[in-house]
């Protein structure tokens, strides 16, 4: 594989730029991290706690940085790349996941209050947290995937095609079923 070096001057906001230019100069990979960090962080924080986070944030950039020679722009961008690295990390910790949504859906507090909530989780949720934490542990891992990643990470369609490296298609219909099962389940809770 042969990597075009761009080493130009590049605006602040270039990511590919920056992960292309890090191969010569490691330090310019932290633009990278700087960026993405709390973003990354936030949403493994949501989905598996505040402790489980910090591991899977910092793990997420040191794989980024080690297979930064395998960055393809061609491919989406840096940020959908970075959460495809955090989802797969996270799918290793899915059993913590879906026993801490249960937990949460029995005790009715959320494990994660607290750490960084964002108005698109509470949205999501619509105040109804236990009840929203049984649904999401029900759902299979790969709607709950995409579900939280556009939820909760604010992915576009096709970020998160790129990041799970699955067809928007996919993204689509995984998210309509899952958004589906969600409304149905939230409507029988409001019923009891």
């Not at 990390?89 to 009715?108: P, Y």
């Not at 698109?120 to 709950?144: E, K, N, T």
Request: aromatic share 6%.
């Amino acid at each position: 594989m042969t990597i075009r070096l761009d080493t130009g001057a590049a605006g602040a906001g270039d990511d590919a730029g920056a992960v292309q230019r890090s191969l010569l100069a490691p330090e310019h990979f932290a633009d990278v991290f700087e960026r993405h960090f709390a973003d990354v962080h936030r949403y493994a924080a949501r989905r598996l706690g505040e402790a489980a986070a910090d591991d899977i944030a910092a793990e997420t950039f040191l794989i980024a940085f080690r297979r930064r020679d395998r960055y393809r722009p061609d491919r989406g961008p840096v940020r959908a790349w970075l959460f495809g690295i955090a989802a797969n990390l996270i799918g290793r910790h899915r059993r913590a996941e879906v026993q801490a949504l249960r937990t949460w859906a029995r005790a009715g507090t959320d494990p994660v209050s607290g750490c960084h909530a964002d108005p698109v989780a509470d949205g999501l949720s619509g105040g109804l947290g236990p009840g929203l934490a049984g649904v999401l542990a029900r759902l299979s891992a790969a709607d709950r995937e995409v579900l939280l990643l556009v939820a909760w990470a604010e992915l576009s369609y096709d970020e998160v095609a790129t990041a799970l490296r699955i067809p928007p298609g996919t993204v689509a219909s995984r998210l309509n079923r899952a958004r589906r099962k969600v409304r149905a389940a939230l409507q029988t809770l409001d019923e009891e």
